[in-house]
Structures are given as C-alpha cells and as structure tokens.
C-alpha cells in the first residue's frame, strides 16, 4: 500500500526508517519530512496542520494510510477530517479523533480524566485570569517547588517548576493575564510537585485493545545533570533500568488498563499511540501527562528494538486486530543521544552544513532538524540529529553514539554527554 508521514522531526524519519522495511509498504511519502525521510521516501512540501493540501496528495498519490507524527494536526481534527470526507473517509488514519485528542490538547481535561478514572497522578487545581487571586491562594497551600504548566499545546515548553512562592506567582501573573504562551496559558493548572524519577510509557491501541511496547527516559534539560532550560529532548535510553516487571506490573494494572477502560466509557475514540509519561515516587508510579502521539527523542529508542512489521501493527490498529498481533522486542538496548544547534533552546542559527555522516558505522542516524539544499545536508532546526546505537547494557549502547558522534561536525554544535548519568 501508499503510505504518507505526517512530520519532519527525528519520530517521522524513525517511522519511515521502519516502514519501508515492511513488504506491505509500496510508497512511503512523508510531509514534509527531512533530509534523512528524503533518501528512504519521497518528501512532499505541505505543512501538516493544512487538511485541503493533504487530503489533495492523499488522491493524487493513492494514499491507503495516514500516519501522524506530531499533535497539532491531531488536536485540530485531522482524523475526523477524513472521516467525514467521502473521498477519503476509506484511507485509515493513525492517531486518535480530535476529542480523544485533548488529553495532550488540554491538562486540565488531562487531569479531569485522570481523576474521573481512579488513575494516580498529582493533586490539581486550574485558574484563568479571572481567578488569579485564588491561584496565588493556592500556591500559598503548596510546598515548595511549584509546578505550572500552561493548558494548551506550548511546543514542550509550558511547564514552569519553581523554588520561589513569590517567582511562582509572579509567573503565574505572566502566564494568565500577559499572556506569556500565548492562547496556551490562558488557563493554567497547578500541581503538587512530585519527587521522583521519570520514565515515559508507550501504549497502542485500536478503541478496544492495547498492546505495550518497551519503556524509555528521555533526557529533557539542555544541561549536563539535568540543569538549564527544557528542551524538546536531549536523548532517551530504552529499556529503563529500574522499571522492574514488579513495577511495570503496576502500569499495566493501575495506568494503562484504566486509561483504555476510560476512553471507551468516555466514548473518546482513539485509534494510535498513547504516551504516558510516568514518574515513580517510592515503589509507586503516577501519571504526569498523556501526549496523543510517540514521544521524541523517544521514538529513536523504541521503534528500533521493535521487531514486529510496523506496518502490520497499523493495519491492526486501523482493522481493530490489534489483538491478533505478537509485538516482538529486541532485548538489546537503545540509546539516542540528540545534537543540537549552538543556543538552542533559544536563538540559533540554521543553514549549517553537517558533514562526516558517511563515517558513521554501527549506530543510526535519524535526520529530525535537517534538510538537503545543493546537494549538502544542512541544519533547518534546533534538535539537528539523534545518533542512536544498540549494545547488551545502555552504557555499551551510549558508549558507541558517543564513538560515532566524534565523526560528524557542524558549526556550534552541542550535544549532552552524560545521557544515562543518573541510572
């Protein structure tokens, strides 16, 4: 079959790295897709969030399947788009419909599911600007440090945590009334702060059933030790070394069991990946947030040690057979460390040319910020690539992205040298 990606970060070429290993895989086009999707696939320049652009390729090119990488076409209803569209109602579209969506569109309805369904996470209240006083009041209840996060899609970047009360209500102030994301934090929620360690959780489903694929922790702060300032991910290992079968047992039974359970008594359709990311305080695990899609730099760790026919699985998803399919897992593990643009997360500069990827031996490279202009691969982004190797333990695995990334340069680029510190 005609297969079209929507994205262009490292997930979608992971995606299409994967697929067009797949004899069920005719075409692979991707939009719009980087300069590692345009030597597997053939790239196509529509903007994702742009449903008439796409609906037009999906006819021109024959297209039976649309997989979708990142959140903003789904919040904005792409997959209900087809549905209701004669032409194009027949072609299966991965990802959920627009009001399973808002679990990563909105994190008070997040929370609100969360708590409707029993599944653990942290206590929670929301304000607007109309009710700041009583945010400040709130925060007045909490102990230090204090967690804010913008409601809306804020690109990964609407999450404060703060030591100081009166910085966490000065920016609560920026958030609601000036309007610091945007239309994101026009609502914000406030958290408890759990103490803990993060790992992030991968769940397909098809509206019925769910299969689980391996665990990952991604390394999110551009800092070496976790400090500086949040980034999209700096890299992830995968599997993750203290997710027991004992613990893992548990997110089974009190996370993802519940979590499908609620989507269908909520009537919130979904047919896709759910990412949950996970913190596990003491020997238990609680929910921090739902993203409606995989997770990146994640997706370079997981999908590599999946053994299963990519493609296979989406039929399943699309066919609700998801039931029907072993998931096979390499028992290796992965790790994928990220180069990045000199200044990212902030300013940065773009258009400078990546050179030594042909010497990279024993590792992938997956393209995310990148693209080919005059025959010579460049930076079009801040996260430029993510080097990811296989080895018996991660520190093996890490060992040789770092040996590889000692081949390649481009002007100011950074990277984090200590993924897998803190296991």
Known sequence: MNILILGSGGREHTFAWKMTQSPLCNSLFVAPGNSGTAQIAKNLDLNVTDFQAIKKAVLEHKISMVVVGPEDPLVQGIHDFFLNDKDIKHVSVIGPQKAAAELEGSKEFAKEFLVRHNIPTAAYKSFNKTNVEEGYAFLETLNPPYVLKADGLAAGKGVLI?????????????????????EASSKVVIEEFLDGIELSCFVLTDGKNYKILPTAKDYKRIGEGDTGLNTGGM???????????????????????????????????????VFIGIIKVGDDPKVIEYNVRMGDPETEVVLPRLKTDLVEIFQAIANETLDEVVIEIDERAATTVMLVSGGYPEGYEKGKEITGLENVEGSIAFHAGAIEREGKIVTSGGRVMAITSFGNTYQEAIKKSYQNIEKLHFDKMNYRKDIGFDL
Do not use: C, H, W
């Not at 703060?162 to 945007?182: P, R, Y």
């Not at 993750?240 to 269908?264: M, S, Y």
């Open 162 to 182: 703060l030591n100081d009360l009166n910085e966490a209500k000065t920016e609560l102030k920026s958030m609601l009334v000036d309007a610091k994301f945007g």
């Open 235 to 273: 890299g992830a290992i995968s599997p993750v070394p203290f997710a027991t079968d004992d613990f893992l047992n548990k997110i089974e039974d009190r996370i993802v069991k519940p979590t499908i359970d609620g989507l269908k008594k909520d009537n919130l359709p979904y047919k896709g990946f």
